[in-house]
């Protein structure tokens, strides 16, 4: 079992940055592919971007070269950095776990562990 805590959520304007951060416990969270996913006001769960327990990444398409999904192995920690964020990046970020294995990656329906979300807002 994982248990998963965002925080670094906050309102920025278009163009600007955040970092959200996701440490892990438990007694086996090292054994868990993290990922992180995000629903936008209205819309559905989404993914954003998966890394695996070798470090290989996984982005959504239209995310790719403006957000980072990055892990610190001595922290128990995973990370998204956004970059040049756009009002349509506003939504809630979730950090998700699961152990590998998985098909879809980018599929919230892949996950059991998740956290309880960090709000992102976007202005223009």
């Known amino acids: 079992q994982v248990r998963l805590q965002e925080s670094g959520g906050g309102s920025v304007q278009a163009g600007g940055s955040l970092r959200l951060s996701c440490p892990s416990s438990g007694p086996d969270n090292c054994r868990y592919s993290p990922a992180w996913l995000r629903q936008p006001p209205g819309k559905a769960r989404e993914g954003v971007a998966h890394?695996?327990?070798?470090?290989?990444?996984t982005y959504a398409n239209s995310l790719k070269g403006r957000f980072t999904i990055y892990k610190d192995n001595r922290k128990n920690t995973l990370y998204l950095q956004m970059n040049d964020l756009k009002p349509e990046d506003t939504a809630t970020y979730y950090c998700?776990?699961?152990?590998?294995?998985?098909?879809?990656?980018?599929?919230?329906?892949?996950?059991?562990?998740w956290g309880q979300g960090t709000q992102v807002t976007v202005s223009s």
């Open positions: 890394i695996g327990v070798d470090g290989t990444t």
């Open positions: 998700a776990a699961e152990l590998p294995g998985l098909v879809f990656k980018l599929s919230p329906t892949e996950y059991n562990y």
